[in-house]
């Protein structure tokens, strides 16, 4: 083994450990966030934070109760506008579309896809917020809506188009009309990516926060209806954690914790559900 | 099936949510968050009193407010600045203003190694936001404060990053006894700092100047003291170096509640009284005169009768001055122009 | 396309409107129809966002046309606004993130894809997956509680005593500012780094890794000289995805960087960036200028994202296999 050859080995070895590294660091990353916030949050987590309101400012103690109504409101309302938009938009590219409309659609998609979250915040506001005069839910469901369609809609798209022809041409066959082929046989072929999409969705803008703040708004107290703003997980964290009261930051600590977990369990279950596979045609 | 029974759930939530529309009345107002500490033990004792009343509050910072009662989003403001001519032009319908209660800014600071309290001359607090002033142990400061022992270390300057009317009444004050100030920077909500790391509210300058070793920051007094922050003196017009507390507000706002303007706007920084602090300031509520809804405007007005006087025994705790009564006789007049 | 049978087509030349109605007779044109009706209001919301970003920012191009993008005065009294600082501060904490997820993340990609067996790829992928998950205002709480200590107390220090010479690591040291900001930056989208460029680099054919190998490179040879330049495409779309999603970062830089918009070359500095601003002065623009001022940064940012976006798109589509189930942001 001439000595070029050691050296090229040695290299090969050290550079190929280095990407270890690398990798190990990239995971660590994760567990340490993970960790620490399951740590921090998990001390200080008690029933209150699930049950009570925020007290006024400076006295210690009381939850996040209405943060979490608030979230699960916004997450409600943003499907309404985000799931049917994208699906039917993903079943028209699938088995509708022309060239030049399929192209048209996919490229605004992915357009609307880029926007930043506080840009579609602006357009919120103008749109909903100042016509309405005042803020609300609705306006923080639509922002969020908005950013859930690009997704939900190139998803719904792939899993119909994964669906195999024989399954579409068998029906056609049979003598079902098109939609009929589409709804009764190909959408429920799909559904299950479907689903687990929309619920990668609806996982993706639970943490946004920056187009909530000025659609949502703040909300210290229970918000009633659709049309008034409302408090919500994400803002709350970052109000708490940007002021000086310690009972604030552990309350921020546990909302995050919380957060965190529900984002990380619904991302787990739609990644083993799509990982063991589109669920097989029925016989 | 999976899907309709999804289905069924959601609009089983939908529904159990909507039900809670039989709810209290609610009220959106959005500004200051100098009186933050204490809006929000008022509206929370008052919804106690009143339960189908909720006031929902949020501290965006005055500029906020004020922007927010112009376009119409929320249904009050608040802010520690009087809203000029041009504002209150631009707002969709006529407003006025309601002083609430008084308030102290105060120079607060982290400097490890010394709790000492810290005497502030005028020049030196516009030199150390001016940037001319760059470490704590400079003669400016060093030279009213003989005695404590100030570290060569840099001063980190922390100020609002939002539009905020306590920002209008440190500047105000400043405008007021520094001429450089004055000319390079001036008063007002949002200005362009020559130096300094920027907090959201008077929370965020807070949580700033408390984790920032060697910071300095302006804050509503009840901040500092909610967070067991030192604080400065500040030396008045008549030469005293004051520490802000409720005599020192008080016996500020002492001359200009007898000469109290039908709008209720008045700039008390800076004022003459040997024992008044300087740097003191009415903060109002912005209630808009013309209101639709009769639900709401009785609503506002009761809030605003329970506030100048059940209200009241509120503020001393919380480390706010109560009003004076000439401006509480004045105010209640002025009520019935809400329509 | 409509593989349904024609319609039968009334005799004559009767106008649009009616012959349309009857070819809705069948069930498969109003299927066509509706799908068509929701597919374009995603074109008709896109639209009006560009249109209300464009429009509502018009006093404000027309007074200050192109030097906005050179004035660094930032003074809502004056109502002179520049936009330069916040220009600059986004790009350099883009920049600087990037600078340190790329060579992590395309190292650790190369050992996801190249050395480690499958099923540990697949298990390590996963979780890295998970943290392209986690949301941004909880990177900020990291950032605020824990990153910046760290730095004030010993990053910054440590910066400064080695490489102080530099005018990079000079200045005050806050532990906020735009170091603080790149890192959490670069922590954000070293998942997209690693997850794009794996697929990238296990979709290159194993022939060019077997050919280099069989002449004499060694692995580590065989894996840079070859396979990586074989898949640069993609990995440059990953980058550039990377950036876009790092430019557009609001909550997670508003809580590091310091909110004050001036230009500097140290970063130790605090600065500000286009969101950052955006998300702090919008419900509070005084003043119509003001407002008009923060939504044409809006736009530039959407422009900016919207560029490289399409870049990336071009770049990962010449290279990576098609039809991934799962979508990557």
């Given amino acids: 083994m001439t000595l070029r050859l050691r050296w090229r080995k040695l290299v090969s070895g050290i550079m190929l450990t280095c990407t270890g590294a690398c990798a190990f660091v990239a995971v660590s990353l994760l567990f340490f966030i993970l960790g620490y916030l399951v740590y921090h949050g998990g001390r200080a987590l008690n029933w209150d934070f699930f049950t009570k309101l925020p007290t006024p400012v400076g006295e210690t103690g009381g939850g996040m109760a209405n943060a979490i109504l608030g979230s699960a409101k916004l997450l409600l309302l943003a499907s309404l506008v985000g799931v049917p938009i994208g699906f039917f938009g993903g079943v028209y590219l699938a088995e509708f579309g022309g060239r030049t409309t399929g192209f048209v659609v996919r490229y605004t998609t992915d357009l609307l896809n880029g926007v930043p979250s506080i840009v579609i915040g602006i357009f919120a506001y103008g749109i909903v917020v100042l016509p309405f005069k005042h803020f609300s839910a609705l306006a923080g469901g639509f922002a969020l809506g908005l950013m859930m369609i690009p997704i939900t809609l190139r998803s719904t798209e792939e899993f119909l188009r994964s669906v195999p022809r024989s399954m579409r041409e068998a029906a056609l066959a049979l003598g079902a009309s098109r939609w009929r082929t589409i709804a009764t046989v190909v959408v429920p072929a799909a559904y299950r990516g479907i689903l687990t999409a929309v619920l990668l969705a609806v996982a993706r803008v639970a943490g946004e926060t920056a187009p909530l703040l000025f659609t949502a708004f703040n909300n210290r107290f229970w918000s009633s209806g659709w049309s008034q703003p409302t408090a919500s997980l994400p803002v709350m964290i970052y109000t708490y954690a940007i002021a000086p009261y310690e009972d604030w930051h552990r309350q921020a600590w546990v909302a995050g914790a919380v957060l965190l977990s529900l984002v990380l369990l619904a991302n787990i279950l739609a990644r083993t559900a799509l990982a063991r596979g589109i669920s097989a045609p029925r016989a | ?339 | 396309m409509a593989a349904s049978s024609h319609v039968v087509r009334a005799p004559g030349p009767i106008a649009g409107p009616r012959a349309f109605l009857r070819r809705l007779r069948s069930g498969d044109e109003i299927a066509h129809l509706i799908t068509l009706c929701f597919a374009a209001s995603v074109v008709l919301v896109t639209s009006l966002l560009v249109y209300e970003l464009w429009v509502d920012s018009a006093l404000a191009r027309h007074k200050f046309g192109w030097h906005f993008f050179f004035t660094s005065v930032w003074d809502p009294i004056a109502e002179q606004f520049g936009a330069l600082p916040f220009i600059y501060g986004t790009l350099v904490t883009s920049a600087l993130g990037l600078l340190i997820a790329v060579p992590l993340g395309l190292g650790a990609a190369i050992f996801l894809s190249e050395l480690a067996p499958p099923r540990i790829s697949d298990g390590l992928t996963f979780f890295i997956d998970l943290l392209a998950a986690v949301p941004s205002v909880i990177y900020g709480l990291i950032g605020v509680f824990i990153l910046v200590p760290i730095l004030r107390n010993f990053g910054e220090p440590s910066l400064k005593a080695t490489l102080g010479f530099l005018p990079l690591f000079q200045g005050p040291m806050y532990g906020v500012g735009f170091l603080a900001a790149g890192i959490v930056l670069a922590v954000m989208v070293l998942p997209f780094i690693i997850s794009v460029s794996r697929e990238v680099l296990l979709s290159v054919p194993r022939e060019q890794r077997e050919a280099a190998l069989a002449l004499g490179a060694t692995r580590w040879e065989a894996t840079w000289k070859v396979v990586v330049p074989f898949a640069r495409t993609g990995i440059f779309g990953s980058i550039f995805l990377a950036l876009a999603r790092a430019l557009g970062e609001t909550m997670a830089v508003t809580m590091v960087i310091g909110n004050n918009p001036q230009v500097s070359a140290s970063l130790f500095a605090p600065g500000y960036s286009i969101a950052a601003v955006v998300a702090n002065e919008f419900t509070e623009a005084t003043g119509d200028l003001h407002l008009q001022a923060l939504i044409e940064l809006g736009l530039v940012l959407f422009l900016i994202t919207f560029l490289l976006n399409g870049l990336a798109r071009l770049l990962i589509l010449t290279t990576s296999r098609r039809g991934s189930a799962v979508e990557v942001a």
């Fill in chain 2, 1 to 339: 099936m999976k899907k309709i029974n999804g289905l069924l759930l959601y609009l089983c939530l939908a529904l159990g949510v909507c039900t809670r529309a039989q709810d209290p009345m609610l009220v959106n107002g959005a500004g200051a968050t100098f009186p933050l500490p204490v809006y929000s033990k008022w509206f929370d004792e008052y919804h106690k009193a009143h339960p189908g009343v909720q006031i929902n509050y949020q501290s965006v910072g005055s500029g906020a407010g004020i922007r927010q009662l112009q376009s119409g989003t929320v249904d009050f403001g608040a802010s520690d600045m009087p809203m000029t001519d041009e504002q209150l032009g631009q707002a969709k319908v006529p407003v006025q203003h309601f002083p609430t209660v008084l308030g102290a800014v105060v120079p607060t600071y982290n400097i490890p190694g010394v709790s000492a309290e810290l005497n502030f001359t005028p020049d030196a607090l516009a030199g150390i936001y001016l940037g001319t002033i760059t470490k704590w142990n400079d003669p400016a400061i060093a030279g009213a404060n003989s005695g404590v022992n100030l570290p060569s270390s840099d001063i980190v300057v922390a100020h609002r990053s939002d539009g905020s009317g306590t920002t209008f009444i440190w500047t105000d004050y400043l405008s007021k006894v520094n001429a450089d100030w004055k000319s390079k920077v001036g008063r007002g909500a949002s200005v362009n700092w020559p130096v300094g790391l920027g907090g959201k509210g008077n929370e965020g300058v807070s949580g700033l100047v408390k984790e920032t070793p060697n910071a300095v920051g302006y804050v509503e007094l009840i901040y500092a003291i909610q967070n067991n922050m030192p604080y400065g003196r500040v030396r008045n017009a008549a030469g005293s170096f004051m520490k802000a507390d409720l005599n020192g507000v008080t016996a500020a706002a002492a001359a200009a509640a007898k000469n109290m303007p039908d709008d209720f706007r008045v700039s008390i920084t800076n004022p003459e009284g040997k024992t008044a602090y300087p740097i003191s300031s009415f903060t109002w509520l912005l209630i808009p005169t013309k209101i639709s809804d009769p639900v709401k405007r009785d609503t506002l007005k009761g809030f605003l009768k329970w506030m100048m006087t059940d209200g009241q025994k509120f503020t001393e705790p919380l480390s706010y001055a109560k009003l004076p009564k000439e401006v509480v006789e004045k105010e209640m007049k002025a009520i019935a122009k809400i329509q």
